[in-house]
């Protein structure tokens, strides 16, 4: 029986969920997590306008005061020419999965969240990226350097891998992110379809477990 979370780093929503997230792991330790990257604007070419940007400003301050977390707005109002591809930064949590089987990829996940929502880097850089996860690995006891993970990252084997997670996401039925999912061995039923706070989560998580097999989100 495990957790599956699916979400993208770069999803507003997503970085807010973070610490829910943590919280609810943290209660059950006993529950394995996998986590799939969903690729929320994977591919994107477009470059993001004003209007772009005060529509994502929009979710962040809805995010802020739900979750409490902080937002850099004027390094993302301030950066020009902004390609919004969320691809690099799914592939970065692939790489550092690959890289370091058994690693807490969520403080990974985190890590790359903060990067871009607090410490405005250009999350879709992937030597930026190389820095940011290795950093966050070798904190986690995993001895990767940057420029080593950064060759993972670029690996086509890990292109292919990222989105070998964007069809499985979507082959699970989630359209929409952050997604938290069971699998009980048997069948994958739904325990939270979007941002909740760890107390809602852990009733769902708990109608779940008492009843294998069934898809809590009924309840």
């Known amino acids: 029986m495990k957790l599956i979370y699916v ?27 996998s ?7 994977a591919g994107a070419t477009d470059i993001l306008d004003e209007e772009g940007k005060q529509f994502r400003l929009g979710h962040w301050a809805r995010v802020e005061e ?10 993302f109002l301030g950066r020009a020419n902004f390609v919004y591809d ?7 949590i692939v790489a550092a999965r690959n890289a370091a ?18 410490d405005g880097l250009d999350t879709t850089d992937g030597r930026v990226l190389a820095g940011v996860a290795s950093a966050a690995l070798r904190e986690l006891g995993h001895a990767v350097g940057a420029d080593d993970f ?18 499985a996401a979507r082959a699970l039925g989630v359209r929409s992110f952050p997604a ?5 061995g048997r069948q994958v039923g739904v325990v939270s379809a979007g941002y909740a706070p760890v107390a809602e989560l852990e009733r769902a998580l708990q109608r779940a477990l008492v009843a294998p097999g069934a898809d809590p989100s009924s309840h």
């Open 7 to 33: 979400a993208d780093p770069m999803c507003s929503w997503c970085y807010g969920f973070g610490k829910e997230m943590t919280a609810l792991k943290d209660k059950h330790p006993e529950l394995a997590l």
């Open 35 to 41: 986590i799939m990257v969903g690729g929320v604007r």
């Open 66 to 75: 739900l979750s409490g977390l902080p937002f850099n707005r004027a390094a």
């Open 86 to 92: 969320t691809e690099p930064i799914c592939r970065a």
């Open 101 to 118: 089987p058994g690693a807490d990829l969520l403080a990974v996940f985190r890590a790359l969240q903060r990067a871009f929502y607090v």
């Open 150 to 167: 950064y060759a993972i990252w670029a690996a086509p084997s890990t292109i292919t891998d990222t989105k070998a997670d964007f069809v």
């Open 180 to 184: 938290l999912l069971l699998d009980n």
